[in-house]
């Protein structure tokens, strides 16, 4: 977007918000340094990539850790050539702090809302659970990709005001993975999510000890994020119909894509790195945004991509049966890839981080595209080998459970659709066409495996997410359109997961036309759970549904 487009869709965007006011009385220092830009003209690569801080506990008791989390406003740069952002933190970070914990010891958590009691952006009060008199400001925390009993799940409708608080129990029975927390609240979660609620948890065992992957200071974790920055430099929350038009303020619109990448929590920034193997945990925490990633040798992104090849090891729920190689890597929202990247052979050069992927994805309405990101972050082979930098190697098979498809006797189908209006505007995503507040219609049995198929009636891809459970995906196939649903004819072939979805997943994308076959085993426990498409404006309007787990 070129800053004069920038500028007139900003001016379109909720500018004459209270906070956004509040923002720019507060930003009169920033505005005094002449190294403030607008968000359009700044520098890109030129602010190292921060790291998420690691959460210490608070105390232990009987052996088990408590950690105490705190919901707070606060500011900071998101890039040095711009003013100090007002978000919303774990801890007032942003990211969130990383917890690093250890399979089998369970923790409990303190989840403290301490925030103001005016929210950052304007709530649409039409959104199922946003409804007045129910206080604006509201949060629950969700630990995602988790085997935790429903009490602590997080649950959307379980939120808590300024003031207040939960403690959850966390017991890590699963293997590693690369997991995250983030805001849940009902109605509201793509705002608060937004502002920047949302950080790892990065759950380790004996096993992934062994394998003697890079670890310390090469091992990343890097938050994949897109956010749209006011001249101000204050976060504008603006999202759009399907047609580009930006919603008016406090009104609720189908998708947001911002035009800045953010990597944890800072705007294009650079890695300084050894000619040595390093572990990427990836993760797209964006609303919208998916993210169809590469590395690129050329120097500037109109250059013809020099591909640069890596391994992912690792999917949402943990290693995968072997390293598969690719060049490129797609993440759709709330989906993770554990990688390693192995930069011995790129002495002096400079990688760039970069995306393809069509906003909306997979942008088969080519009429209607939001901005692209085609570069997020570089990393520079500056850094000399360190001596003590010892060799690592990629693990070579790790065994994965085997899940047979004969043992689940129950096909659930789940029919995706979108509802316009008149004007041929969204004006919600539903799942069987019943939102949120429709009594449950899902009852599983505990330790019963079931296949679950997502049919997808509409044009964009969605990112499908169960609590408590990591599923296999077993299949996608196309069907016909006409087709009604309950009685849905399949097309063409049936295609496998591809190799690096070949593992334990949480969130899986249904493409558009198409059927997506899971195979899930709800282990753990019995209780409340929800399901749901992790575009956030799709899960607050009203992509979600509930599931029980029936002991
Ligand atoms: Cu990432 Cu329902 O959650
Ligand atoms: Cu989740
Ligand atoms: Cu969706």
Redesign the pocket.
Known sequence: MGSRTRRDFLKLCATSTPALILASQNSVHASANNLSRTPALIDRFIDPLPFPKRLRPHSTHGGKAEYRVQMLESSKRFHSQLPPTRFWGFEGQYPGPTFDVVAGQPITVKWENRLPRRHLFAVDPHIHGAMPPIPTVRTVP?L?GSRTPSESDGLPEKWFAPGESARYFYPNEQQAATL?Y?D?AVGITRLNVYAGLSGFFLLRDDRETRLNLPAGEYEIPLLLQDRTLDDRGQLVYCPAFEDGTIAPPGVWAPEFFGDLPIVNGAIYPFLAVEPRPYRLRVLNGSNSRFFNLYLNLAKSPTDIPALVSFHQIGTDGGFLPSPVSLTTLLLGP?ERADLVVDFSAFNGKTLTLSNNAAAPYPGWNLMHHHAPLPELMQFRVTRPLSITGRAHSIPQSIALPGLDPGTAVTIRDFVLTEQMDAQGRSRGVRINAKGYDDPVTEQVTLGSSEKWRFINMTDDAHPM?L?LVQFRIVERQGFDATSRAGAVRLTGNPRPPQPNEAGWKD?AVVYPGEVLTILVKFEGYAGRY?F?C?MLEH?DNDMMRPYEIIA
Do not use: F, K
């Open positions: 969700h995602h995250w983030h849940h709330a997410h609590h969130t929800v749901h992790h899960e």
